[in-house]
Nanobody, 119 residues
Framework: QVQLVESGGGLVQPGGSLRLSCAAS????????MEWYRQAPGKQRELVAS??????KYADSVEGRFNISRDNAKYTVILQMNSLKPEDTAVYYC??????????????WGQGTQVTVSS
């Protein structure tokens, strides 16, 4: 089993910045993908940013403001959020897809962290 622990959420004013971190632990052979999602009350869960293969993708709503990256620490994914807007308010979830030695893929989720952007 693999466990993901998120940190870095909180309250920030419009135009401010936050840095979210997601650290994985457990038995990991290789990682296929790293992703960040968010979900606001009454809305569907939305894919915000992802790293898959050599490609990095962002939702149109965060393009140019958010950055996803892998930390030098092993099995850690970062979401740097800049120029935050009230509409960015949501619970943010990280997800990591692993691959074992047989090529079987498994997707794991973090516990979620609240991000609130308000003046």
């Amino acid at each position: 089993q693999v466990q993901l622990v998120e940190s870095g959420g909180g309250l920030v004013q419009p135009g401010g910045s936050l840095r979210l971190s997601c650290a994985a632990s457990g038995s990991i052979f290789a990682i296929n993908a790293m992703e960040w999602y968010r979900q606001a009350p009454g809305k569907q869960r939305e894919l915000v940013a992802s790293i898959f293969g050599g490609s990095i993708k962002y939702a149109d709503s965060v393009e140019g403001r958010f950055n996803i990256s892998r930390d030098n620490a092993k099995y850690t994914v970062i979401l740097q959020m800049n120029s935050l807007k009230p509409e960015d308010t949501a619970v943010y979830y990280c997800s990591i897809t692993t691959v074992n030695r047989l090529g079987i893929r498994s997707k794991y989720w973090g516990q979620g962290t609240q991000v609130t952007v308000s003046s």
